[in-house]
């Protein structure tokens, strides 16, 4: 079992190593919510959520921490194309490490990549005038949610990356699900508010499911999200990380 | 036995890469397994890795049944692939530490201050992997697979892409991991002078079926009594009367390369005065004893 933490240890020391995640993550949740959200509250100065009027920023805020964990989450499964790609893949099944503890090891790594995205988006929120219900029990919840947001997104981004082998169709497939699934949630409108064709897309869209627990406890001030939204996230993070484990684990051919 | 493969077969849909192969590697010993690309060998060496599983037949290493007892097998193995596969992101150190723990090797760091020595890496530990010569990824890589202290070593290719100097240096490093610790070594290349230098034994190994396999001085001598005539000539094959004589026939750009058998020195000066008299015109010419690319190409007739 230690064998995960070392995976999770690598993963890690590689991620902060790059000067990619220095910008990204600095950068990111700084567009998104510094230019983004600060302009339109010029044009949507208020939104109606759970029976509450919240300015925009605060409205989105919700949106952007969950888009990060998501963006970040699809990119988790990075490391797993690269290792897959330069072969390092190889080296790894070759030693005594069991097939478990390197699908462990690269779910933790996805949860905690995840994890520190969506908290980077809520603090920047925060610093630009998000109101939000803090407290401990929001704290501990809001952050139970986020975990749960941030598996099952880490969980996508590794059933994304498992079987792909070459940068083009990594590409491909990531323009392909990132945008359309983002600007067809309720991460940056409230569902309400979209179009019929949207709306309903969004209704499937497990964004949108994510995007609206973690309103329920920071906007709405909920120790439990609604139970339909909870439930449908709850439901698709079991789906999602046993499909990863299963995927993942096939992919990893050996004796 | 250090190695034992017994009826090894590998099949990728309908094509067969291996093909019903048997030898075995006496421990502490160095085993050349050689073949031209697509011949078989790193199919091989994954098989005997536990990274592939065979179609049939199966193998021992180190005492241990691939297929009934893998985990052991990859307890007791260091592996070094064709080409370098640490994270080229981590530095020399950062990537031994990580494998000396996924290996849980026991006082790591002093394991890994012993693996830099050996492979005379001290000075570049702190590297990145992308910052190396090619010469010191290998280097690296073959640290890495030390570090478990294994009791079979396989190494795909160790020293191809380096330059002769770097290649000499992986030479000795081999020979010096052998000598001090007895480790069993299984080599493929498609150097013959590589594997004429190191091997103990040989297999040649073409189109997945092992051809021959023997001590290197036995299989020249196999060929022996024999001189070996190797011409490039720009005349067209028609001219060749001689051909009960041809070894092999390389065509290249404008020229033919043959290389053709004579029975003892007279004869090959016979078969030269022969090829003059035919009207061959003879751009290069090299007469000699046999050796093992002789035997090579012997028995894979295209290199």
């Known amino acids: 079992m230690r064998a995960a933490l070392y995976i999770w240890q690598r993963d890690m020391l590689l991620w902060f190593g790059g000067a990619f995640f220095l910008t990204v993550f600095s950068i990111e949740p700084m567009v998104y919510l510094g230019l983004y959200a600060l302009s339109m509250q010029g044009l949507v100065p208020y939104v109606e959520y759970g029976g509450k009027l919240v300015t925009y920023v605060t409205f989105i805020t919700i949106g952007v921490t969950v888009t990060n964990a998501y963006l970040s989450g699809t990119h988790a499964g990075f490391q797993i194309f690269i290792d897959n790609l330069m072969g390092t893949s190889e080296l790894l099944l070759a030693s005594p490490l069991k097939k478990y503890e390197l699908v462990l090891g690269r779910l933790l790594s996805a949860l905690s990549k995840t994890l520190l995205m969506g908290l980077s988006a809520l603090f920047m929120g925060i610093l630009i005038g998000a109101q939000l219900m803090i407290s401990l029990a929001s704290l501990f919840s809001g952050l139970f949610i986020l975990c749960l947001c941030s598996l099952s997104f880490g969980a996508l981004g590794i059933i994304i990356c498992a079987r792909i082998k070459s940068s083009r169709v990594y590409n491909l497939v990531m323009n392909t699900i990132q945008l359309p699934t983002m600007f067809s949630s309720s991460a940056f409108y409230p569902k309400t508010a979209l179009p019929h064709v949207l709306r309903v897309l969004a209704s499937l869209n497990p964004l949108s499911y994510a995007a609206d627990s973690l309103r329920d406890i920071l906007i709405v001030g909920r120790f439990i999200p609604d139970i339909q939204n909870f439930s449908i996230l709850v439901s698709f993070s079991l789906i999602a990380l046993l499909l990863a484990s299963w995927l993942y684990s096939n992919v990893l051919t050996r004796l | ?303």
């Open chain 2, 1 to 303: 036995m250090s190695i034992s493969a017994r009826g090894l077969t590998k099949s990728f849909g309908k094509t067969e890469a291996v093909k019903n192969v048997s030898f075995d590697v006496q421990e502490g010993a160095i085993f050349g397994f050689l073949g031209p690309n697509g011949a078989g060998k790193t199919t091989t060496i994954k098989m005997l890795s536990t990274l592939l599983k065979p179609t049939s037949g199966t193998a021992f290493v180190a005492g241990f049944d691939i297929l009934r007892e893998s985990d052991r097998v990859r307890r007791l193995i260091g592996l070094v692939p064709q080409r370098p596969l640490m994270d080229s992101e981590l530095t020399v150190i950062q990537n031994l530490r990580f494998y000396s723990k996924i290996y849980q090797v026991k006082y790591r760091e002093r394991r890994i201050s012993e693996v830099l020595d050996i492979m005379g890496m001290g000075d570049h530990k702190a590297k990145k992997m992308w910052q190396l010569s090619e010469g010191y990824k290998k280097r690296a890589e073959v640290a890495r697979s030390l570090l478990n202290e294994p009791r079979v070593l396989f190494l795909d290719e160790p020293t191809t892409g380096l330059d002769p100097i770097a290649r000499r240096t992986v030479w000795d490093i081999i020979r010096k991991i052998v000598r001090d610790h007895g480790t069993t070594i299984f080599l493929t290349t498609h150097y013959m002078e590589e594997a004429e230098e190191l091997s103990d034994t040989v297999a040649i190994i073409d189109n997945g079926k092992i051809k021959t396999s023997g001590d290197p001085s036995m299989l020249i001598d196999s060929i022996q009594g024999e001189w070996v005539l190797k011409i490039i000539t720009q005349n067209p094959p028609e001219l060749m009367t001689c051909t009960s004589r041809i070894i092999s026939e390389k065509r290249m750009e404008d020229d033919t390369e043959y290389r053709l058998r004579a029975a003892n020195r007279e004869d090959a000066v016979k078969t030269l005065a022969n090829l003059f008299g035919d009207g061959i015109s003879i751009k290069n010419l090299e007469i000699r004893r046999p050796n093992l690319e002789d035997v090579f190409i012997q028995y894979v007739k295209e290199l």
